[in-house]
T-cell receptor, first 113, second 112 residues
Framework: GDSVTQMEGPVTLSEEAFLTINCTYT??????LFWYVQYPGEGLQLLLK?????DKGSNKGFEATYRKETTSFHLEKGSVQVSDSAVYFC????????????FGKGITLSVRP | ETGVTQSPTHLIKTRGQQVTLRCSSQ?????VSWYQQALGQGPQFIFQ???????GRGNFPPRFSGLQFPNYSSELNVNALELDDSALYLC???????????FGSGTRLTVV
C-alpha cells in the first residue's frame, strides 16, 4: 500500500537558518504530492503541492520538487522565521475515485529568535 | 468561499456512548473526507464521500459511519465509543482531490 516516510523530529532552528525536511514515499501509481502545515490548535493548511514528476511546488518561501527517480518530495526554505514554527506533514494522493490522502507522521519545527 | 467549518470544537464523552460530529464544506466541494489524528501522529483516513455516496474507507470498524448531504454538509458518527477513539477528527473537502483538500480546524474528542 501507499506510505509516506518523514525524517524524525523535532527540528529546532535559529531564525534565518536554512530548512530541509525530508520526505520519501511509496505508491503504486503516479501520486500527487503535498505538504501540509498545522499550527497549534488548528487544522491542516495546504502549503504546496506537485502533481507530476519534476514539478516544483512553492509557497511562502517554501519549495519542494517532485523527484520520481528518488521517490522524494523534500521541503526546503532558505530563511526560516519564528512564525514558521508548526508541524509539517508530507502527504500523497493517488489518482482515482478514492483519492484519499496518505500522511507521514509529521515533524515539529521550532524556530527560535 | 467560506472554508470548512466543524462543530463542536471540543467534546467529552463517556466510553460506550455515541457521538455525531458535523462538518460544513465549501460550496461546490463534492468530495468530503474524514480523518482521525491521534496525538503526535499524522491524520489517518476514515472514509470519503462523493456526491452523498461513500466511495472509500480506511481501516476503521463499522461503528464509524458517515453521511453527506446535498447542501455540502456531512456527519461522522461513532458508536460504542472506546478510550482509543480520543483524537482530533478532521473534515476535508475538495472540488478536485488531486489539487488538494481544504481542512477544517477539527473536533477534539475526549473519551473518558
Amino acid at each position: 500500500g501507499d506510505s509516506v516516510t518523514q525524517m524524525e523530529g523535532p527540528v529546532t532552528l535559529s531564525e534565518e537558518a536554512f530548512l530541509t525536511i525530508n520526505c520519501t514515499y511509496t505508491a503504486t501509481g503516479y501520486p500527487s504530492l503535498f505538504w501540509y502545515v498545522q499550527y497549534p490548535g488548528e487544522g491542516l493548511q495546504l502549503l504546496l503541492k506537485a502533481t507530476k514528476a519534476d514539478d516544483k511546488g512553492s509557497n511562502k518561501g517554501f519549495e519542494a520538487t517532485y523527484r520520481k527517480e528518488t521517490t522524494s518530495f523534500h521541503l526546503e526554505k532558505g530563511s526560516v522565521q519564528v512564525s514558521d514554527s508548526a508541524v509539517y506533514f508530507c502527504a500523497l494522493s493517488e489518482p482515482g475515485a478514492n483519492s484519499k490522502l496518505t500522511f507521514g507522521k509529521g515533524i515539529t519545527l521550532s524556530v527560535r529568535p | 468561499e467560506t472554508g470548512v467549518t466543524q462543530s463542536p470544537t471540543h467534546l467529552i464523552k463517556t466510553r460506550g456512548q455515541q457521538v455525531t460530529l458535523r462538518c460544513s464544506s465549501q460550496s461546490g466541494h463534492n468530495t468530503v473526507s474524514w480523518y482521525q489524528q491521534a496525538l503526535g501522529q499524522g491524520p489517518q483516513f476514515i472514509f470519503q464521500y462523493y456526491r452523498e455516496e461513500e466511495n472509500g474507507r480506511g481501516n476503521f470498524p463499522p461503528r464509524f459511519s458517515g453521511l453527506q448531504f446535498p447542501n455540502y454538509s456531512s456527519e461522522l458518527n461513532v458508536n460504542a465509543l472506546e478510550l482509543d477513539d480520543s483524537a482530533l477528527y478532521l473534515c476535508a473537502s475538495s472540488m478536485d482531490s488531486l489539487w488538494g483538500y481544504t481542512f477544517g480546524s477539527g473536533t477534539r474528542l475526549t473519551v473518558v
